[in-house]
């Protein structure tokens, strides 16, 4: 079992920046891909970016390209999202997710329970 504990959401004007955190626990987080995905208000949950257990591998949903960074600390058990030039758009329900294989990424085996992210115009 993984434990997943998101931070780091809130409320940003247009063009600002975040960066989520999400703290895992339990089973060996290096043996983890890492994702995260968001749910917009009457939208369905989609994928953001994913980085694999070495951090040599990542992936990313074309609408953050060049936007977005994620990357990870295996020393501590944690997983990043840097959001730059946020957008309205941008607002959603953000998840952590580990998943045993990256390259089926988008079928997470743990999810965290979420944080807002609300960018203003």
């Known amino acids: 079992q993984v434990q997943l504990v998101e931070s780091g959401g809130g409320l940003v004007q247009a063009g600002g920046s975040l960066r989520l955190s999400c703290a895992a626990s339990?089973?060996?987080?290096?043996?983890?891909?890492m994702g995260w995905f968001r749910q917009a208000p009457g939208k369905e949950r989609e994928f953001v970016a994913v980085?694999?257990?070495?951090?040599?591998?990542?992936n990313y949903a074309d609408s953050v390209k060049g936007r977005f960074t994620i990357y990870r600390d295996n020393t501590k058990n944690t997983v990043y999202l840097q959001m730059n030039s946020l957008k309205p758009e941008d607002t959603a329900l953000y998840y952590c997710?580990?998943?045993?294989?990256?390259?089926?990424?988008?079928?997470?085996?743990?999810w965290g329970q979420g944080t807002q992210v609300t960018v203003s115009s």
């Open positions: 980085i694999g257990w070495s951090a040599l591998a990542t």
């Open positions: 339990g089973r060996t987080f290096s043996n983890y891909a």
């Open positions: 997710a580990a998943m045993r294989d990256y390259r089926n990424y988008q079928f997470p085996n743990y």
